[in-house]
């Protein structure tokens, strides 16, 4: 179930509509899930991708509300995720730090420590994760409003709008980040009609943007085995690339060291520095996404399950079925019935489709025979 709410209006008034930009409201929105899907399609300011790395039930909620040019983000997420957050397509810096409870987060293959943050730019593709518990905190902000504060801020300005990366500001830096963060949510929890007040909001985003104006000159964190971390990290890049590429086709760990032209022990470092998974769980949780995927489209109006998990790579279907549910709490068939129903009576299918164990169809046999794959 998938909770909506606008400060400005009834509670829970609209649960089954996707919320608007808080950019383009005054409002405070609200969402609260346990269907991952729904909760990465709600959050309509960034572009969300949520992916369960574990088997594991997902609860999310997240908060974000507007001070003037400005949209503040916190949340909590409880389960290990792959994300994918591309910024949006206005002009925006976006500064992101993991909340205090946060179990590790690793930003681009390396853990984000005390006293770093990661640093985004409008259309950058900015990829985490989260090991379970996740308390994120974001903070986004228009580029055109910083070029205008030169007179009193020096070097948020600097920063590329168009970049993604890891700074290193310290400690007290992202301490006072996190308290600025954390009395504002507070505040426009407490009086939630300051958010519709321009001198208040103007007041409480000088007083954020007077913590975080050092930012700017703060440099990349230095690592004393970046060359090491630097190549496995373009070898898993190569490799999940190739995966991809053949996600429904056998991929042997052979060919995948080959084609990330390292060797099987460093490629498996790199996986778990990078997604916290071996690359042979990695392929496995991909080709589940692909066929949770295909189950909430439209394709479940011509195919069967067994045909979706066939073409996703998968062979042996009751295996399938078992790990399908492990992930994500419930059965491929529950999956499909919740999306066939769905669909307008004249496109829906007979009750065979459902079998995840039926027929395999001739144009995947070949595929089947070759079960040496992943």
């Keep these: 179930m998938i909770l909506h709410d606008r400060a400005s209006g009834p509670p829970h008034a609209e649960a089954q509509m996707k919320p608007t930009s808080a950019f383009a409201t005054s409002n405070v929105l609200k969402v609260a899930s346990t269907d991952v899907d729904e ?39 409880v389960q290990p995720l792959l994300q994918h957050v591309v910024g949006r397509p206005d002009d925006c810096l976006n500064i992101n730090r993991p909340g205090r409870g946060s179990t590790p987060l690793t930003f681009q293959g390396r853990v984000v420590e005390e006293g770093e943050v990661f640093v985004s730019g409008s259309g950058s593709d900015c990829e985490t994760t989260s090991r379970g ?29 168009r970049s993604v990366s890891l700074r290193a500001p310290g400690v007290k830096w992202t301490d006072d980040f996190l308290d600025a963060m954390e009395w504002l949510v ?34 990349s964190p230095p690592s004393e085995h970046r060359e090491a971390l630097s190549a496995r990290r373009l070898a898993v ?8 590429q053949n996600l429904s086709d056998p991929i042997r760990l052979s060919d995948l060291c080959k084609y990330a032209r390292t060797q099987a ?45 066939l073409d996703c790579g998968f062979w042996h279907l009751s295996q399938f079925a078992v790990d399908y549910k492990r992930l994500f709490a419930e059965s491929p068939s529950i999956t499909y019935r919740r999306t066939h129903s769905q669909l307008p009576r004249m496109d829906r299918r007979g009750t065979s489709a459902l079998q995840s164990s039926a027929v395999v169809p001739k144009a995947v046999q070949k595929r089947v025979s070759m079960a040496a794959s992943c």
């Excluded at 039930?57 to 983000?73: E, K, N, Q, Y």
């Design 265 to 309: 022990r460093s490629l498996e470092y790199g996986f778990h520095e990078v997604v916290g998974l071996s690359p042979i769980a990695y392929i496995r949780t991909m080709r589940l996404h692909r066929v949770r995927q295909l189950l909430r489209s439209t394709a479940v109006r011509t195919r069967s399950i067994s045909e979706i998990a």
């Design 237 to 244: 890049g190569r490799a999940r690339e190739y995966i991809h």
């Design 186 to 219: 507070a505040a426009v929890a407490q009086y939630p009609d300051i958010a519709h007040s321009e001198d208040v909001c103007g007041s409480m985003l000088d007083v954020l943007l007077s913590r975080i104006d050092t930012l700017g000159v703060a440099k």
């Design 39 to 77: 909760f990465g399609d709600a959050i309509s300011d960034w572009d969300v991708e949520l992916r369960p790395l574990r088997p594991g039930t997902f609860d999310g909620l997240i908060s974000v509300f507007p001070l003037g040019p400005a949209l503040i983000c916190t949340g909590q997420y």
């Design 133 to 161: 518990v996740l308390f994120p905190t974001a903070l986004s902000i228009k580029m055109s409003f910083l070029e205008s504060q030169t007179h009193w801020l020096h070097e948020l300005p600097s920063l590329s709008a």
